[in-house]
């Protein structure tokens, strides 16, 4: 595998379930993020995390939780979601949060019912 | 706060002829990066052209080229030759080089159909 990648591509869970998204990354970077696009939307940073530091969380509700266990792997868990967080999550790495250059995976298209 | 506007919801172009996505920022800081990424359908983000606030050279990627201009706060993408594979969702980006304050601030995208 080369790049980044996502696992699951497409997920559809009710409200009440708990769920994971997964990203990793094969280039040696040492800064991942989470990215949230929504329709007609621009993408909205979700979090950041630089050498396994989380330094950036931008109001995302508690109902997203972060979590990276090393530089490599990058995980979102969700537990009690709404409709409207419904979206194509994006996953990206970078050589550490002061390289300008971003990776982006392909996503995981997240259907919330 | 900086902000990224792109007025184009959706273009239209003939294969191998030009198009031309906009895109305005505002920004009160002099330093920064500016980008354009690809989004084709189903497919990964891809960082087409990228462009440094500090060079009065516009950037050019083969068919790819940007008209930069600095006071204006502007910054389209020509796309000469357009091809089938150019057909994609195009994001305007801009990115500060404070430190501290290095986020994207995305755009809200431009879909481009290409005509056969």
């Known amino acids: 595998e080369t790049g980044v990648t996502q696992t699951p591509r497409h997920l559809v869970m009710g409200m009440t379930n708990k769920k994971s998204l997964k990203c990793e990354q094969h280039l040696g970077h040492n800064a991942m993020y989470w990215y949230k696009q929504s329709a007609k939307k621009p993408l909205e940073l979700m979090f950041v995390?630089?050498?396994?530091?989380?330094?950036e969380n931008n109001s995302v509700p508690s109902r997203f939780s972060p979590e990276c266990p090393n530089s490599s792997h990058l995980f979102l868990h969700l537990h009690t979601l709404q409709p409207e967080d419904s979206a194509l999550y994006l996953c990206a790495s970078s050589q550490d949060y002061s390289q300008v250059e971003q990776y982006f995976g392909p996503g995981t298209r997240l259907t919330v019912t | 706060a900086q902000t990224v506007t792109q007025s184009q919801p959706e273009m239209s172009v003939q294969e191998a002829e030009t198009v031309t996505l906009s895109c305005t920022y505002d920004?009160?800081?002099?330093?920064?990066?500016l980008f354009w990424y690809k989004q084709p359908p189903s497919r990964q983000m891809i960082l087409v052209i990228r462009q440094e606030a500090y060079k009065q050279q516009n950037a050019t990627e083969n068919r790819f080229s940007v008209n930069f201009q600095k006071a204006a706060k502007s910054f389209s993408l020509k796309i000469s030759d357009s091809q089938l594979g150019d057909a994609a969702m195009y994001f305007c980006a801009y990115r500060s080089l404070h430190t501290g304050t290095y986020k994207y601030i995305f755009g809200t995208g431009t879909r481009l159909k290409v005509l056969a």
């Open positions: 995390y630089n050498f396994k530091e989380q330094t």
């Open positions: 920004t009160s800081e002099s330093d920064y990066y």
